[in-house]
């Protein structure tokens, strides 16, 4: 199995999501993924799950600085003294020194951004995360921050059924990179859509397998699927073994329609 990284970048181009994971399920699902080969684990303070996560990560025989951690600073919090507060409970909680990336999770409409980078940037300087990042930054707001030091993405829903060109396009000419979310789409219409059967059937994979496989064949990108189950965890690891034609790749693009899963009320204005 052959675990590659993001262009250049200490990211590698799957991780699992951990989203509605808790307590047991959420301790024996990060320590099987690390087991199957995951090096790149996504948390966020507003899933209630981090001292999960970090207990799965110590109960792996995987050690810590091969494993890519990443949690997330809620909206709420991202005003200056708040993120250094945010940030030493998320490490708290994980039972760790440092995360790999520290991200705003989602824009704040009420902090100045610069207040929250500078903040970030100081957490970095101490140690406590080696990158910093942003979630869910439409693209022309990401653009506005493409040189700051320490910055390696945004992270943000992607799936055949909804485009980020201007998030990619942004990303691939600023050397960073976009971590796709609910890159299944959260198993709604899309597992079912007739075109992904088709190729499914014709690559002898599973849907899943195609779209990621779409994903992280594309420069740049990185894809965090979410899994309760180590039979799915397994399959969704299991895509390092086929190559999509460029046609199939494009037909997969040409399904986007704009369908978001994830909008809500504290969402920025889309571009
Ligand atoms: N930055 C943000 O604002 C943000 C927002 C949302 C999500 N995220 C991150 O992105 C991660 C992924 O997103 P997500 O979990 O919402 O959506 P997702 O990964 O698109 O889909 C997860 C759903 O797909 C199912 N699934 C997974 N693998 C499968 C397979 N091989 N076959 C069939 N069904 C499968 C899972 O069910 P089973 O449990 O039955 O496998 C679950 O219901 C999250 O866990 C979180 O870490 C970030």
Not at 87 to 94: D, P
Not at 250 to 264: E, F
Request: charged share 20%; hydrophobic share 40%; with cysteine.
């Amino acid at each position: 199995m052959h675990y590659e990284n993001v262009a250049g970048l200490p990211l590698p181009v799957l991780g699992l999501g951990t989203m509605r994971l808790h307590g047991e399920q959420c301790r024996s699902i990060v320590s099987a993924a690390l087991a199957e080969g995951y090096r790149h684990i996504d948390t966020a303070r507003s899933y209630d799950n981090e001292e999960d996560v970090g207990a799965g990560i110590r109960q792996s025989s995987v050690p810590r600085d091969e494993i890519v951690l990443v949690t997330k600073v809620w909206h709420t919090d991202l005003a200056g003294p708040d993120v250094e507060e945010a940030a030493e409970s998320s490490l708290r909680r994980l039972g760790t020194d440092y995360v790999d990336v520290l991200l705003v999770h989602w824009p704040s409409r009420a902090v100045p951004l610069e207040e929250t980078l500078e903040a970030f940037a100081q957490v970095r300087e101490q140690g406590k995360a080696r990158f910093i990042g942003v979630g869910n930054f439409p693209s022309t707001m990401f653009e506005g921050i493409a040189g700051v030091p320490g910055l390696i993405g945004n992270q943000v829903e992607y799936h055949p059924y909804l485009g980020q060109d201007k998030i990619l396009t942004s990303a691939r000419s600023n050397g960073l990179v976009v971590t796709a979310y609910c890159p299944l789409g959260r198993a709604g219409d899309l597992l079912q859509d007739p075109l992904l059967q088709e190729l499914a059937g014709s690559y002898g994979k599973t849907v899943p397998q195609i779209v990621l496989r779409w994903l992280i064949e594309q420069d740049r990108v990185a894809a965090i699927p979410g899994t309760s189950d180590p039979g799915h965890l397994r399959e969704n690891v299991d895509v390092f073994d086929f190559e999509l034609s460029p046609d199939d790749a494009a037909a997969i693009s040409s399904l986007a329609r704009g369908a978001r899963v994830v909008n809500p009320p504290h969402a920025p204005d889309w571009d």
